[in-house]
């Protein structure tokens, strides 16, 4: 059974950084689609970034060129977070699906982490 778990996170001022990486056992990573989703109190989850199962990756517009995703050997994909806003600020969740595809779409994953809060201060 693939299992996620989320780890990093924390708080910081804006324009600082942070890393956030996602750990997910149970299966093959390589053949595993995993995105970042985030979410604050009283408004939808959204799409952040997501890596096909062949190392394709897609950005939401707002954090393109600002956040950065990698993947290690160690089936784990880091969201690294730089240039952060107070916009930025949420609950941040790993979600997988097997196969290879760029969606960032909340119902079309079906694996999901507990989730990690990032806090940017203004």
């Known amino acids: 059974q693939v299992q996620l778990a989320e780890s990093g996170g924390g708080s910081v001022q804006a324009g600082g950084s942070l890393e956030i990486s996602c750990v997910l056992s149970?299966?093959?990573?390589?053949?595993?689609?995993v995105a970042w989703f985030r979410q604050v109190p009283g408004k939808e989850r959204e799409g952040v970034a997501v890596?096909?199962?062949?190392?394709?990756t897609t950005y939401a517009e707002d954090v393109q060129g600002r956040f950065t995703l990698v993947a290690s050997a160690r089936k784990t994909l880091t969201l690294r977070m730089d240039s952060l806003k107070p916009e930025d600020s949420g609950m941040y969740y790993c979600?997988?699906?097997?196969?290879?595809?760029?969606?960032?779409?909340?119902?079309?994953?079906?694996?999901w982490g507990q989730g990690t809060q990032v806090t940017v201060a203004s």
């Open positions: 979600a997988a699906r097997r196969g290879w595809w760029q969606m960032l779409r909340t119902d079309f994953f079906d694996h």
């Open positions: 890596r096909a199962g062949g190392g394709a």
């Open positions: 149970g299966d093959i990573f390589r053949d595993y689609s």
